[in-house]
Each structure stands twice: as C-alpha cells, then as structure tokens.
C-alpha cells in the first residue's frame, strides 16, 4: 500500500492527542485514509485509533520531563504510555488515572500555547510537575490550595463542552480498530493491578476537586439551614387542616414542643436495632465496586431479611399492645431526634475524613471550605472494621423507617375516623411505597453501583438524607392522607395501580440491566446489547434500555412518584410535594452525572449523548 503525500508517512514516530483530551503520545503511524482524512496510529501498547491531522504533532515541539528534575521516585514513569494501555489493568485505576488525566487536560489546554514544551507526555497531571518543584511542606499546602481552585477553573472548561457535545461531533474516531465487529472489550479485574500505581494514581486523584455542586461554599450555607427548616415546615404545614401554601407559614409550635427525650430513645433503639440485624452474618456478602486502590470493598446485602424481620418484629409489638399511632402524633419529636442524631454522625464523619488516607477520599468535598466539605461528605466509604456507614444508612433505618411509618400513619388514619381499614388511597400508597423499598432491598446488590455508591462522600447531605428526608419526607402522603382523606373511584384506583406497575417495570429493569453489565460486561443475556468502549476499559450500554433515554432508571422512577401522589387528588400541593422534588433532584443529579461521565469517559460519552439524544423523557428532555 502506498501512502499519498501527507504530512505524515506510514512508520513516521509523532505524538498523537488522546481523544478528548489534550494528552499527547508517541503514536506510529500506520496508515492515511485520504477519504476520511484520518490517520491509523498506534499507540505503544499496541493500540490502533484513527486521529485527525490536527491532533497530531511531530515529536519536536514536545520535550519530555527531564528525569534530573526533582521528583519523587514512586512517581516516576515510563515514558510514551498511552492511555489505552491501562484498559488492560483494571479499570479503577484508569479511571482514576483518566479522571487525573481530564482534569489536567484542560488545565493543559489552558496553558497549551504558552506551554507546549511543558506538556506532559504520560498519564501524570501537570500539578504534579509543580509538585515536585515544591520541596518545602508548607510551600506545598498553600500551593495545594491553589491548584484546588485552577482544578475547578480546569473542570469548567470542561463542562463547556459538555454543553456541547454536537460540537465535538467527528473530531474523534474513537472505534478501537482491534474491537470491531461484536467483541466487547473485556472488562479489567482488579486482580491485575499493579497495586502500587493504583494507589499512587487514587491518591494523586484524590488531591483534586471536582467542580463544586449545589451553589458551592455559599449554598452549602444554604441548604444546611434549609433543609431541615424545609422538613419542619412540611411536618408542621401537613397536620393542618388547611394546609394550603395560601395559609402560610404555620404557626410555630414553642421550641420545647420540638424534643421529647423518650422520641430520642425511640430512634436510637431503632437504628441499633436495624444495625444489629445488618451485622447478623444472614444473606450474601456482596463486592462493590473496584475503588481507585484496585481494592473491592465487601458489603453484607442482607437488606430483605432485615425488613423481614423488622415486619414481624413491629407486628408482634402492635399484637402485644404497642401502639404505633404515637409516631404520628409525635412526628415532630422524632424528626428533631433524627436531624439531631444526623448532626452528630456527620460530624464525626467530617472529622474521621480528615484522618482518612488520601485515596479513602471521594474526589467532591475536598473543597477545603469546612462547612462545604461537611455538607457534601468527604470520605467515600466510611467503615467501623467492616461496618459500612454510608451503605447502612442509605439503605436501613431510614428506608426500613419509611415504611413503619406509612404503616403507623395508616394505623392513625383508622384511628382518627374510626374505621375498621385503612381508606383505598391510604393502602394504595401504603403498597406502591413497601414495593418500592422491598424492591430496593431484595436487588440491594444494585445500590453498590449507583452514584451514592460509587461517588459521593458521606457527609452532612446524605445522613440527613437517609435518617431525616426519607423518612419524614417521603412519608409526606401517608401523613397527608390521616387527616385529608381522598376517597378514589374504582378506574381512578385502576388508571394508578397500572401507572406504578408500567414505571416500576421501567425503573427494575433499566436499573438491573445496567448493575448486571456494570458486574459482567460479558453476561451473555446481554450479549445483544451494543456498546461503545471508553478509554477506561468501562463500556457505555447505547442501546436496550441505556439506548432509549440516558437516565431510563430515572423515568421510572419518575411515573412511581406520580402514581404515589395521585391518590391524594388535587385539593392541595403539599401531597406533591415529592414529586415536585423529585423532578428537581432528578434532573440535578443528571446534569451532575452528565458532567462526571463526561470527565470520565471523554469523547466516548460524547458519542453515547449523540447517539441517545434525550435525558429522562424521550423525545421531550
Ligand atoms: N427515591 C429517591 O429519592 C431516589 C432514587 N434514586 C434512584 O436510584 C437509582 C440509582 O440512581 P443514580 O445513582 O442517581 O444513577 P444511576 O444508577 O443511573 O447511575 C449512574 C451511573 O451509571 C453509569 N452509567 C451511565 N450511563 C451508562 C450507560 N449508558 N451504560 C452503562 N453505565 C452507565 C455511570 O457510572 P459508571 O460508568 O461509573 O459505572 C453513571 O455514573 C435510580 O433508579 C434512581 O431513580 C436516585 C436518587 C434518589
Ligand atoms: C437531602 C437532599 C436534598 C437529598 C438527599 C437525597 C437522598 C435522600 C437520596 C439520594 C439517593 C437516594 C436513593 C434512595 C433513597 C433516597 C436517597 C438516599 C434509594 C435507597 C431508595 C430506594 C431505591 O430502590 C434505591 C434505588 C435503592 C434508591 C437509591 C438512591
């Protein structure tokens, strides 16, 4: 084959820019395709990607880092690595390295012109060229600081083109020549770390910030205050018997009406209670997800045996004489104990996080603003020995809580008008609730592979979330219903209880489709499915239910939420409340996964946006 007069000639050493991002590699080149205009290159792992002319350079206008400058030997790294060559390691440690990468890229980019020789020719982010400069520990604190707030500044530029991902379109060509055809790229095991780089590589990653979420320093302000404000308002505003926005604000009780130690003791016994149940060696011990160490942490997901037992416990109670209308008369008492008791763990989960290794770390809440780091959580996997804080509360006693609850509440509306059932809507919202958190813990597997999971630290925002918002929250319609009842017609009761089963279908579906590919790329009950291979060695789903809406799991989850407030009818908006909310939060947390997958996966997740267009809703957002 002979290669028509280009710039560059097949067996001609350049350096080639890794897709999306402005990383450069010696690259050889193999081949030019005068019709596309791309060339083959390959990297030195052996490679094989098709590049623009414009994202190849010739090696001179790039000087590698002198190895004589001071640098710390577990550092060093051989030169001319592609990024590629990780995804034959594990993908926890590209992902770092590739989450390193995307933040340096554009803290590169940004410099590109003025800084060209100094543009790092291996997985190793600028900052840590300044690192090595700085020899002084103090020098490098303050220095630290700095390159803090350049990240942020770095991963904005990012998100810019994230915005804009149609731009993008055909400047990469990021098949991988040796995929082609139906072969998925194999997903790398953990076994296959070098241990000692992953580490490196976690802790390096660590020491970077993603961009601030919710309104930053200031909102962080923000959202403590009003969170739990927020929760008081709607418990006090929901018992009155108008509870129209028009009647605002509800009267304020005296603050003693807010404690009563003996609702303190209650929640107390009923988090040691659901603890002792999570410790109970019953039910499979499950692997997350490889973490940024290669390490894969073991959690016990015996979440349907603990809702099992805590139903039989609370019916042996109620039979013995218990009653459990107190929790609706002191709904109050109990919030102000659980925000108190979520106080109190997120302070000592902000303090255990600055103790924690570096790679312990989630890469958001490392802000250094102390109140934003303790909103947002700064350890990602907070343990006593192999007691999984973060993943016992999201799942235990606030989402366990949630349904004793809705099933107090029913008792209460019983109560109150003296009947011998619950009322329809009451038992509609009662079920469509205890499925949707039985199903939670029966695939409680799954959870280990969602964002919580995976991303966010533990702090301030999650432990209220699961002891307090959840709770006393989502258990917003069954409270609503005691002293609002809303008789339904027999079609109306029909025309929901199909709403719920079509989005539960949805959302199970969507949602074990992905956990089992995340698990096993090659599960051959998904063999059908196409992909696109990222640079991290993860693969995206673009089609099945991935290939409807980027978010299917969301749009289930979404027409669940309907279906738990229509049965509370349209004389108030305080029922709709959660699904107003959920919106909200839903569409945040899309907007924040778009911008971490785009980190992460780069012109892959680009591809994957061009391809499945739509967010939530298909054809609408
Ligand atoms: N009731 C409630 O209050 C709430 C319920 N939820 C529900 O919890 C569930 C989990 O939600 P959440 O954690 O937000 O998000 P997801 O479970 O959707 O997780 C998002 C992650 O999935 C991976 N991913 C995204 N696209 C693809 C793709 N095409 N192929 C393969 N992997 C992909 C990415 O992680 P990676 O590539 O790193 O694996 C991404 O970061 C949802 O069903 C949601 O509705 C969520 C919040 C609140
Ligand atoms: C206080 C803030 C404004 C918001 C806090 C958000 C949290 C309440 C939610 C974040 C993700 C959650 C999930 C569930 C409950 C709510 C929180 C903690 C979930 C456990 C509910 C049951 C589902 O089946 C699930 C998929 C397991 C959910 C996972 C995410």
């Not at 160490?293 to 013995?320: D, M, P």
């Amino acid at each position: 084959m002979t290669m028509p007069p280009v710039k560059y000639q097949r067996g001609d050493m350049v350096m080639g820019r890794w897709p999306g991002s402005s990383l450069y590699y010696e690259v050889k080149v193999l081949a030019f395709d005068s019709k596309s205009q791309l060339y083959t290159v390959i990297y030195k792992d052996g490679t094989e990607l098709e590049l623009k002319e414009q994202d190849i350079k010739s090696t001179a206008g790039f000087q590698p880092r002198s190895r004589s400058r001071s640098r710390s030997p577990g550092r060093r790294r051989s030169r001319s690595r592609s990024p590629a060559r990780t995804t034959r390691r594990s993908s926890s440690r590209t992902a770092a390295a590739v989450a390193a990468a995307a933040i340096t890229d554009s803290a590169v980019s940004s410099r590109r012109d003025t800084r060209l020789k100094d543009v790092e020719v291996m997985l190793s982010p600028v900052q840590q060229t300044k690192e090595a400069e700085n020899n002084s520990n103090n020098r490098h604190e303050k220095k630290e600081e700095k390159q803090k707030e350049e990240n942020n500044t770095a991963n904005k530029v990012n998100e810019t083109t994230e915005a804009e991902p149609e731009k993008n379109q055909g400047r990469y060509n990021l098949r991988r020549r040796k995929d082609d055809g139906d072969a998925k790229p194999a997903e790398t095991r953990p076994e296959q770390l070098e241990e000692k780089e992953a580490k490196r590589v976690g802790a390096l990653a660590s020491t970077l910030s993603t961009p601030l979420d919710f309104g930053g320093k200031i909102g962080a302000y923000f959202w403590l205050l009003f969170l739990p404000a927020w929760v008081f308002f709607l418990v006090l505003q929901v018992n009155r018997e108008d509870p129209s926005l028009t009647n605002f604000p509800p009267p304020l009780p005296p603050l003693e009406a807010f404690w009563d130690a003996q609702a303190l003791g209650f929640v107390i016994l009923w988090i040691l209670f659901q603890a002792l149940l999570y410790v109970t060696p019953v039910g499979k011990l499950s692997e997350g997800m490889p973490l940024r160490s290669g390490e894969r942490l073991k959690y016990r997901t015996n979440g349907f045996f603990a809702i099992v037992v805590s139903a039989i416990t609370v019916a042996a109670a109620v039979h013995q004489g218990v009653d459990l209308t107190y929790i609706h008369s002191h709904f109050l008492q109990l919030a102000t104990a659980s925000l108190l008791i979520s106080i109190l763990l997120s302070v000592y989960l902000y303090i255990r996080s600055r103790y924690a290794a570096p790679e312990q770390l989630a890469l958001g809440g490392n802000s250094g603003n102390v109140v934003y780091d303790f909103f947002k959580g700064h350890e990602l996997n907070p343990r006593i020995k192999n007691f999984d804080l973060k993943f016992f509360c999201e799942m235990r006693p606030g989402l366990i809580g949630w349904c004793l609850i809705n099933f107090a509440m029913a008792l209460a509306e019983m109560k109150q008008h003296g009947l011998d059932a619950p009322s329809n809507s009451m038992i509609l919202v009662n079920l469509f609730q205890l499925l949707y958190v039985v199903d939670g813990l029966w695939n409680e597997e799954a959870i280990l592979t969602t964002m919580d999971l995976m991303h966010d630290g533990f702090g301030f925002m999650l432990a209220f979330g699961d002891l307090v918002w959840v709770p006393f929250t989502y258990t917003m319609q069954a409270y609503y219903l005691v002293s609002h009842p809303n008789p339904l017609s027999l079609p109306a009761l029909a025309a929901i209880v199909i709403l719920k089963l079509v989005g539960f279908y949805i959302f199970r579906k969507s949602n074990s489709e992905k956990n089992a590919f995340r698990r096993n790329p090659a599960d051959p009950r998904l063999s059908h499915l196409k992909t696109i291979p990222t640079a991290t060695g993860k693969s995206l789903l673009v089609s099945g239910w991935w290939g409807v809406v980027r978010h299917p799991n969301y749009l289930g989850d979404l027409l669940m939420a309907l279906a738990w407030s229509l049965p509370c009818g349209f004389s108030h908006l305080l029922p709709w409340y959660y699904m107003i909310y959920f919106i909200i939060l839903l569409v945040h947390r899309d907007s924040r996964d778009m911008s971490d997958c785009r980190r992460k996966y780069g012109s892959a997740w680009d591809e994957y946006c061009r391809t499945v267009r739509y967010r939530i809703i298909p054809r609408v957002y």
